[in-house]
């Protein structure tokens, strides 16, 4: 087994797949190549890849598909490409556990981002630091402490479980359902504006300006992420 | 009653003071209150003449207008019948006018008031008077017509029949009573064929005969006065008798007559309705089916939609309605009630107009003319009329909503072809798009740590990708173009070969590792071509091929005069197109299924054949015997210019020019491979 990190690519265009394969390989990254998602499956189990870059629209079966029955079986996170540009589509598989999506066209850097924050994801969750530091803001998850340029901030529970959720999944898209699920328990999955109140008194709290956040970011239509670097 | 007020039934005759009945018996209705005008129709009806028949249609045009429900019921026991009929409908009140008839009548099948009285039961007989002058209801007596007269000379002329046969075969053999049966026979049979006043005469006759020539020849008249008087009385009663039950008869068969043709007519209709779609057939139907029934010129004019306004009153021929009825028209449409002779609205008019009046609204009107001016509509035919129109309208009411539920079909179809175009463009569009992004992303981010190898790889690919995205647009383009009809083909006659070495040029790059070879047959012309679209035809063509074939495979290009033209095929050694699907491939957004690579909206083959179209031309695909899509597509010579016994002459020039046209580049297929 090699060091380098495996990406299996699920990707029907071979213009897409090429550019993909040579900014990955100079990247360092072993590359996996399937044209369907029959040839990904299989290349999943047989290659065990680190991560997997998705497209949802596949010649044979829905890319969807593919996500369904790999998540029956595996947690390997899933970057998903849709090029419909819907967000409903996006919703959808993230819901089904895609760990982040791209929307054609992207340009390279965006995806290497979202592979480095999955991988390191990964490898987080084995090291369990419970100190998480990005820019000026601090969080003990310890001593449930929340510091900022400096000052300690007093929040509610519900903010500092909301805080802590985005926290842990620091770079990586959160969808509405899955936040509410996740803070307010299974019974709240369609109340947005829970979380768009709560979304607000965080950002206030802990922005320097909670129109341009540094930290709480919006991806419109889907949910928020919470910055990594 | 559940607060409803219970109907009545009013009884309405052919006579002046019947429309006073009506009127008064409209001034008790309270408001939402149903009642109903009957007419009762007995034997004496079929004795109306022309002004009754027209007073009869006035009363119960009245009674409607003024909302009652008009009803005529034949009936032989008139009494009976408009018992049964108000029992029915749960009227609790018969409204009939003073009786002007001699009580007598009433046995000659007149409605007797105090016959419905006796049998009313539960429901109220209601008498109004009318007020109007006993002797303004006499009628003039009618004078008997020529046909009544003959009838009379027949009765006396079997009569007299019967005295010679007695004479002759009866009184020199038999007794005397015998001569009296003959001359029972002949009244019975007068009175079968001929009626209730000739079988009088016969019994008088009868009598008088057999007094004068077989009993008091004597002159002993006195002693058989009372056996005449009993002979008489008897021959009397059975010759009204029977006349008057074959009168019942002959009515009833006369009314079971006209119902059932009333009911065939209904019938017919309606079964010829249900085979017909449009308004306009169904309109057209009806025409012809109503004037018919009423033996009248029926014509039908459509409102466009129901209440629309009246000017869109379609005239499917112009030339059939004066400006004057303009007018008519707009009122019955606007008040859907019908107008025109023998109504009071526009009485003046020479026709009558009826509203096809459905759920919602009017929806055209009838114009019903009667062969003779002056003629006027009998009751009956108003009935007829009346259920004729309401099942023609119901009819175009169906054909409007078919129609209706068509359009809306039609435009969901529209939209769900628009969104899959959309959604087919946008990721054609997006997928080049994004690997030009992609790749010049990477060549920006990553530049300094590519090596020169990978660095010229991503300039290619965003090379290759801008190429793609020029195609696909340029095939949006003409689809739109051609959706639109605003394509033009500009032809100039032009080889053919030609147009394929620009192609072949033109795909180069994306023709690496696909051995291309090309097959001109001998003696190719010049065909009438436009350039630019021909060769969007080979460039989506070759595309394809590449597209759908393993890299390595041969891709042929053959070209060869034919018949027609000139035909051009290019061949591949991909997996073909399922031989059911063979004429769909050129239909919008085929794709070949099971093929992994499904870059493309399917637009290619239909822009291909709407391009072919525009020359005169055909294309067709079919799979290889040894694996492969061949597809084929023609360029047309002109007719003067194809095989034939007069075209040699002109074939020959074709070539010539061809030939010259060709020399200056005899190798135009000088391409890469």
New interface residues.
């Given amino acids: 087994m090699s060091s380098e990190p495996s990406v299996l690519i699920i990707e029907?265009?071979?213009?897409?797949r090429?550019?993909?394969r040579?900014?990955l390989e100079?990247?360092g990254y072993h590359l996996i190549e399937a044209?369907?998602v029959r040839e990904g499956t299989l290349q999943a189990t047989q290659a065990h890849p680190d991560i997997v870059i998705l497209d949802l629209?596949l010649?044979?079966l829905d890319g969807m598909e593919f996500l369904t029955r790999l998540r029956e079986w595996s947690q390997m996170p899933v970057i998903v490409l849709s090029?419909?540009?819907r967000e409903e589509d996006k919703v959808v598989a993230l819901d089904a556990g895609a760990n982040d999506y791209l929307t054609?066209?992207?340009?390279?850097?965006e995806?290497l981002a979202r592979l480095r924050v999955l991988l390191r994801g990964e490898a987080r969750s084995a090291a369990d630091s419970p100190i998480y530091e990005v820019g000026e803001l601090r969080v003990d998850l310890s001593s449930r402490q929340v510091i900022v340029r400096g000052e300690q901030l007093h929040l509610t529970p519900t903010q500092y479980r909301l805080l802590t959720t985005m926290i842990k999944h620091a770079g990586k898209v959160l969808t509405h359902r899955q936040l509410l699920k996740e803070v307010w328990g299974p019974h709240s999955v369609r109340e947005h504006q829970y979380l768009r109140v709560y979304v607000g008194q965080i950002r206030q709290k802990i922005e320097s300006d909670p129109t341009r956040p540094r930290y709480l970011l919006t991806e419109s239509g889907v949910g928020y992420r919470f910055a990594a670097e | 009653m559940d607060g409803v007020p219970a109907p009545f039934v009013v009884a309405v005759s052919a006579s002046a003071r019947a429309a006073q009945l009506v009127l008064r018996a409209a001034a008790r209705v309270t408001a939402g209150e149903r009642w109903f005008a009957v007419h009762i129709e007995t034997a004496t009806d079929s004795r109306m003449n022309r002004e009754e028949h027209a007073l009869l249609a006035a009363n119960l045009g009245l009674a409607e207008q003024l909302g009652a429900e008009t009803v005529i019921l034949p009936a032989v026991d008139p009494v009976g019948e408009l018992l049964r009929f108000a029992r029915r409908h749960g009227a609790t009140q018969i409204l009939v006018g003073k009786p002007r008839h001699p009580r007598w009548n009433s046995w000659l099948g007149r409605l007797s008031v105090d016959k419905l009285a006796r049998r009313s039961d539960q429901i109220d007989i209601c008498i109004l008077s009318d007020g109007a002058p006993r002797a303004v209801e006499r009628p003039t007596k009618v004078k008997p017509d020529q046909r009544q007269l003959l009838k009379y000379f027949s009765a006396a002329g079997l009569v007299s029949l019967c005295t010679l046969f007695n004479m002759l075969a009866i009184q020199p053999y038999l007794p005397l009573r015998n001569v009296v049966m003959i001359y029972l026979l002949g009244v019975i049979v007068v009175a079968r064929y001929l009626g209730r006043g000739p079988s009088a005469l016969a019994a008088v006759l009868s009598v008088a005969t057999f007094d004068l020539v077989f009993i008091s020849p004597l002159g002993s008249a006195t002693q058989s006065t009372t056996i005449d008087a009993i002979t008489f009385g008897v021959m009397l009663s059975i010759g009204l008798t029977i006349s008057t039950l074959t009168g019942h008869l002959s009515f009833q068969v006369q009314a079971a007559r006209e119902r059932e043709q009333r009911m065939s007519a209904l019938f017919a209709m309606s079964r010829e309705f249900a085979t017909l779609r449009s308004c306009e057939e169904i309109a057209l139907a009806a025409e012809r089916r109503i004037g018919d029934a009423v033996g009248a010129e029926a014509t039908v004019r459509l409102v466009d939609e129901p209440d629309h306004l009246p000017e869109a009153a379609r005239d499917r021929q112009p030339g059939r309605w004066t400006t004057a009825e303009q007018g008519i028209v707009d009122w019955v449409i606007r008040h859907n009630e019908r107008a025109g002779m023998g109504t009071s609205n526009h009485a003046e008019a020479t026709a009558v107009y009826l509203p096809l009046s459905a759920a919602h609204g009017c929806l055209g009107v009838l114009r019903v003319r009667l062969a003779q001016v002056g003629d006027q509509l009998s009751s009956e035919q108003w009935d007829l009329l009346k259920t004729l129109t309401s099942v023609t309208a119901m009819a175009i009411e169906r054909a409007r909503w078919v129609d209706a539920a068509e359009r809306a079909r039609l435009d969901t179809e529209a939209e769900r072809l628009r969104n899959s175009l959309l959604?087919a463009v946008?990721?054609d569009l997006?997928?080049?798009?994004?690997?030009?992004?992609?790749?010049s992303?990477?060549l920006v981010?990553?530049g300094e740590?590519?090596g020169p190898e990978?660095r010229h790889?991503?300039a290619e690919?965003i090379l290759?990708?801008g190429e793609?995205l020029n195609r696909q647009v340029a095939n949006l383009l003409d689809m739109t173009r051609l959706g639109n009809g605003s394509m033009v083909a500009h032809k100039e006659w032009q080889p053919v070969e030609e147009v394929i070495g620009v192609v072949l040029s033109r795909l180069h790059r994306l023709l690496k590792g696909f051995p291309v070879e090309t097959r001109l047959g001998p003696g190719l012309p010049p065909v009438p071509l436009d350039h630019g679209l021909i060769q969007q035809v080979l460039v989506n063509l070759v595309e394809n091929a590449i597209k759908y074939s393993p890299p390595g495979t041969p891709i042929t290009l053959s070209v060869w005069r034919d018949q027609e033209g000139v035909v051009v095929e290019v061949a591949d050694r991909g997996p073909g197109i399922p031989t059911a699907d063979l004429e769909r491939a050129f239909t919008r957004f085929y794709r070949v299924p099971?093929?992994?690579?499904?870059?493309g909206a399917g637009l290619g083959l239909t822009i291909c054949k709407g391009i072919l179209k525009l020359h005169d031309g055909w294309i067709r695909a079919q799979n290889r015997s040894d694996g492969g899509l061949a597809v084929q597509f023609l360029l047309p010579l002109p007719h003067s210019y194809r095989n034939g016994r007069d075209g040699r002459r002109v074939r020959r020039e074709a070539a010539l020019e061809s030939q010259a046209e060709l020399k200056p580049d005899p190798c135009p297929l000088n391409h890469p491979s």
């Avoid at chain 1, 054609?104 to 850097?109: I, R």
């Avoid at chain 2, 997006?430 to 790749?439: D, F, H, K, Q, W």
């Fill in positions: 029907d265009e071979p213009q897409i090429r550019f993909l040579v900014s100079c990247q044209q369907s629209g010649p044979d090029a419909r540009g054609k066209p992207f340009g390279v850097n995806l | 959604s946008s990721h997006r997928t080049p798009l994004a690997a030009i992004v992609g790749s992303s990477t981010e990553l740590k590519l990978v790889e991503m690919a290759d990708e793609r099971a093929v992994s690579d499904r870059t």
